[in-house]
């Protein structure tokens, strides 16, 4: 494959709109659970990847159902090559540490591991990943390099050479979930709210009318607990609507040992004093003017436990990822009641300090795949690979488990009716494509990740103040950084 450059100024200097034509959830990986026996003969054709228990529900099915595995045989994956999944539970930073447990041992199978965008660049360095540059057919590499996201590509790359190491299966947006009925009962105008999203003040104001008003035990749920969704992704979003960045902004997203710690800048410890406000109310280390709408469990809550009480009727809104567009906005659930936006926003773009902060915002998830140098069925893997990049099985994987497809042109061409309830929303998938956000993804950032959401989440609960905790951590990350220019990486 040739290497993508279209949109890209410079490696590591991309505008957050240039930098994306686009766009995990963001977590997945843990124990292990084998789907089978994991045993080949001499002569299977059995593939083994890895993939949690959403992305496994999809890959096969019973009976006539549709299934991942059969849109794979009818875009040309030979029928004798099976997939067999390795499941793992949803923890994005234990999933990367089976990887790393079995990379590191030369252990295979699993021949396909699904890498969280995040941190795929640390194994492509580590040279524990297949080169696709050189293995998939230049007519593939074509296709990806000039349909799929920008963005996404760029978690699966080399940071040095370019070329393509993972194959994107899924990129995602975070986007904020709202009882559309209920808030405009309350009184309030959502009508624009798709593409221009509201200021978090009123959206405060909104949520916590709605919830009053209809006699709902919470208003505005979201994930805070102290794992890689925090850091990556939610605070990522919060941080950056208010114009503040880990690293001084988008420039400095995919360099790491010469950047500068902006983590203590008024405009992140603002963002934070926010959630304390609607976690708190008006309390210590709080912002005034803005609602208690959160829940104080949020704390403790990743993707799903935050998703129940919206999902059950008992929430006004909710900050999650597609597939919970696809959960909710089935005519069996919310139907077109259900509302769907980017982030709020903090302060206008004009008035942030770093650029592609500001405004509102969308953080980027997404998985990977990756082929294993060990394996012993590595030319099945590539065409497994090959068959995931056709537009039908993109469009199967779309309609069956809600994610995101890495070509997002298909989501504005795709039917409702034929894909779910996330296709009714494709101009706020655009928009939040547009307003994208991703996590710096070096092969600093595991090290760096850790330390920014046990930062954030002391501070939301209180257990530090939140520009003692910012502190804190800029020195925390100027020591990691430092490091880097030491070892000279």
Sequence with gaps: MGRDTAGRDDRGRLGRRSFLKAASASSAAGTIAVAGCLGRGPGSNTVVMTADSGVEGIIHSDGDQPSVQQALWDAGLDEDIRIEIQTVVSDS????????????????????????SGWTVPFVLRNQTVNLTEELPGETLSYVNENYLDAILETARHPESGDLHGLPLFPDLGFTLYRQDLIEDAGYDTSGWGTEPPRWEEFANAVSDARDQAGLNYGYTTQAAAYEGLSCCTFNEVMTSWGGAYFGGVDNLFTAGDRPITVDEQSVVDAIRMMRSFIEGENQNTLDGYSQICPSPIVQWT?????SPFDAGNAVSNRNWSFAIAQTGAEEAFGEDLGVTTSPIGVPEDEAEFEGTGGTAAALGGWNLVVSPFSERKEEALQVLEAFANEEVMLTVFQLGGYLPPNLDLVAEANPDDVGPVARYGEVVQAASDNAIPRPATDLWPEQSALIYQSVNSAYRGA???????????QELEQSESEVQTNGN
């Design 303 to 307: 993707e799903q436990e935050s998703l």
């Design 464 to 474: 530090n103040a939140p520009q003692a905790a910012m502190n804190d951590l800029a």
């Design 93 to 116: 930073a234990s999933r990367m540490q089976t990887a790393q447990s079995a990379l590191e041992a030369g252990r295979a199978p699993p021949d396909i591991h699904m890498m969280d």
